[in-house]
């Protein structure tokens, strides 16, 4: 790390940096053609799979992928739901079986899991719908997104009753998906603005069975909900990881095109970024943090990184208009980092500053 503005707060072993330092050379490759599943089983050989015991490592260690290749990152990142709501247990007669075929790879990360439970997090209408059937259950409805489909190994799906009184949690195998799941349609993979490279699929479903001997647990709705909007208004270490790649790249273009400006817009963004991250993971580790506040920092950060990655744009000028340029791959990203994990709560919270701004 020497002559980066922003320090790293806990230092990452070597062997990590060698292939974190290889992730971001081929971000952009990985950015158009998908995240190779290489990625993902070099991290987990490296011990970066399993739970996470040093939450300082596991920040520094997020920041430093997103800022790599945030597509890499929210495939490594995704696998983590599945890996602790096994650990946890289940509830069903079958958890104990799924835990024996799954935990042990999950841990290690030679298991790749994929997961779809963002749509439970909306209003309306239960979609996709389950409805308890003899042996197991059937599914109806449609997943908008899958991320990780086409290199993952087992998908972990919540689903809500008709009621959304209770959420169903299965883990279905993804190899021969369609022949094993009647009625289940995977789509091709979705065009989107950004993070085309996360391999991300819609799926739908047409009263589709899925045995009792896919079903890990059937839990209480609100509970669940309640303690995933803990988690979705904390500041986001990726987003901050996003920003600390933009000031970097910034400071080195500025220095290359022997721009004052941009040398002195990246000491000043560099600052700021430390400010900022202090302040957030003080707020994270403090049992008194105020919602209110957590909420008000996440905004900060995701307008934050939106100003760092532009900053960069500017900097570089026409170029970095043209596909495959990584200035303009990190504001993509910090666009997609302003929608991934929304709720209503933090959405609301967004549009209420910028309208403070005006």
């Not at 070597?14 to 053609?33: G, H, K, N």
């Not at 991934?340 to 005006?358: D, H, K, N, P, V």
């Amino acid at each position: 790390m020497d002559g980066q503005l922003i320090q790293s707060w806990v230092p990452l072993e070597p062997e990590l940096e060698a292939v974190i330092a290889r992730i971001a050379q081929t971000a952009e490759d990985t950015d158009r053609f998908g995240v190779p599943r290489s990625h993902i089983d070099s991290l987990a050989l490296v011990g970066a799979h399993g739970l996470a015991k040093d939450p300082q490592r596991q920040r520094e260690l997020t920041e430093r992928l997103a800022g790599a290749d945030a597509s890499t990152w929210f495939c490594w990142t995704q696998h983590q739901t599945p890996l602790r709501t096994m650990l946890a247990g289940g509830n069903q007669p079958a958890a104990q079986k799924l835990s024996d075929r799954w935990l042990k790879g999950l841990e290690s990360g030679d298991v790749l899991a994929a997961i779809a439970f963002a749509h439970v997090r909306r209003g309306g209408p239960a979609n996709p719908v389950v409805h308890q059937v003899d042996g197991g259950w059937e599914l109806t409805g449609k997943l908008d997104w899958v991320t990780s489909w086409d290199i993952a190994d087992v998908l972990m799906l919540l689903a809500a009753t008709e009621d959304k009184s209770k959420f169903v949690v299965f883990y279905l195998p993804v190899a021969d998906f369609e022949n094993i799941f009647v009625n289940a349609n995977v789509g091709a993979p979705l065009d989107l603005l950004a993070m085309s490279g996360t391999h991300s699929r819609p799926i739908e479903f047409d009263h589709t069975f899925i045995s009792e001997e896919c079903v890990f647990g059937v839990i209480d709705a609100h509970e669940w909900l309640e303690a995933d909007s803990l988690k979705t208004v904390l500041p986001n270490p990726a987003a901050l990881g996003v920003a600390r790649a933009a000031i970097e790249e910034l400071n080195r273009v500025s220095i290359d095109r022997k721009q004052a400006k941009g040398e002195e817009l990246a000491h000043e963004l560099a600052r700021s970024f430390e400010d900022l991250r202090t302040r957030s993971y003080q707020e994270i580790d403090d049992p008194d943090s105020s919602r209110g506040d957590l909420v008000a920092l996440r905004v900060e950060i995701l307008e934050f990184v939106l100003t760092c990655t532009v900053a960069v744009v500017t900097a570089t000028s026409g170029s970095a208009m043209v596909r495959g340029n990584s200035a303009e791959r990190r504001v993509r990203e910090a666009i997609f980092l302003q929608v991934q994990a929304q709720t209503q709560e933090t959405r609301e919270a967004m549009l209420a500053r910028s309208i403070c701004e005006l």
